[in-house]
């Protein structure tokens, strides 16, 4: 399974952004139960920004709150943090982290797994 993370660009204080992290691979199902998006800002130690749990239960970095949400749609094997009234104090990479299950067809047995996997960062910078 891999995680391509995506959405990160350019924007101007107060604007929005949507974060995409699609799991892709041979499996004949693949799954997210879990998502999580980190950031990390130069000179800074990475960061939870947010999770959703299977179940819908989500958590925000209270520097978020409000201003931030998290997301998961199955159908599309996919999570989202959609990010509105950036702040410059928000521009970081974004990283996303994901629990994903997987039903695969190996030598005619077919094989259950649930792995943490890290999609590769998209950078977000929000200027003044």
């Known amino acids: 399974v891999q995680l391509q993370a995506s959405g990160g660009g350019l924007v101007q204080a107060g604007g929005s952004l949507r974060l995409s992290c699609v799991a892709s691979?041979?499996?004949?199902?693949?799954?997210?139960?879990?998502v999580a998006w980190y950031r990390q800002a130069p000179g800074n130690q990475r960061e939870l920004v947010a999770t959703?749990?299977?179940?819908?239960?989500?958590t925000y970095a209270d520097s978020v709150k409000g201003r931030f949400t998290i997301s998961v749609d199955n159908a599309k094997n996919a999570g989202y943090l959609q990010m509105n009234s950036l702040k410059p104090e928000d521009t970081a990479v974004y990283y996303c982290?994901?629990?994903?299950?997987?039903?695969?067809?190996?030598?005619?047995?077919?094989?259950?797994?649930?792995?943490?996997?890290w999609g590769q960062g998209t950078l977000v910078t929000v200027s003044s």
């Open positions: 982290n994901a629990d994903v299950s997987t039903v695969t067809l190996v030598h005619d047995n077919w094989v259950a797994e649930r792995k943490n996997y």
């Open positions: 959703i749990k299977s179940g819908g239960m989500v």
């Open positions: 691979g041979t499996s004949s199902r693949i799954d997210i139960d879990a």
